[in-house]
Nanobody, 121 residues
Framework: QLVESGGGLVQAGGSLRLSCVASGRTFSTSTMGWFRQAPGKEREFVASISWSGGSTYYADSVKGRLTISRDNAKNTVYLQMNSLKPEDAAVYYC????????????????WGQGTQVTVSS
């Protein structure tokens, strides 16, 4: 089970940190990812991190502004979101994958329910 938190309303240029807590014993060996879905749009990849935290991948649209990290001792993955833009507004989903590298929806096996991020201009 994956449970996201940390979403909310923020002004453009502001910051938020999303958290995703996982239950189960496989978190420390899972690739974790963040995706987002805006109204009327398809769900899209945002970032992923390998089980060790040694490898990260980002969508071009968020590079330099969003940072994914994880704490395996806490079964938690984070998404630090800085310099937020109105186009970052979406429901953000946490997901877990058994693959070493996963940047597509199809590569993920488990999903959270999502947390809403709203960015005012």
């Amino acid at each position: 089970q994956l449970v996201e938190s940390g979403g909310g309303l923020v002004q453009a240029g502001g910051s938020l940190r999303l958290s995703c807590v996982a239950s189960g014993r496989t978190f420390s060996t899972s690739t974790m990812g963040w995706f987002r879905q805006a109204p009327g749009k398809e769900r899209e990849f945002v970032a992923s991190i390998s089980w060790s935290g040694g490898s990260t991948y980002y969508a071009d649209s968020v590079k330099g502004r969003l940072t994914i990290s994880r704490d395996n001792a806490k079964n938690t993955v984070y998404l630090q979101m800085n310099s937020l833009k109105p186009e970052d507004a979406a429901v953000y989903y946490c997901a877990a994958s058994a693959r070493l590298v996963a940047t597509r929806i199809a590569g993920y096996d488990y999903w959270g329910q999502g947390t809403q991020v709203t960015v005012s201009s």
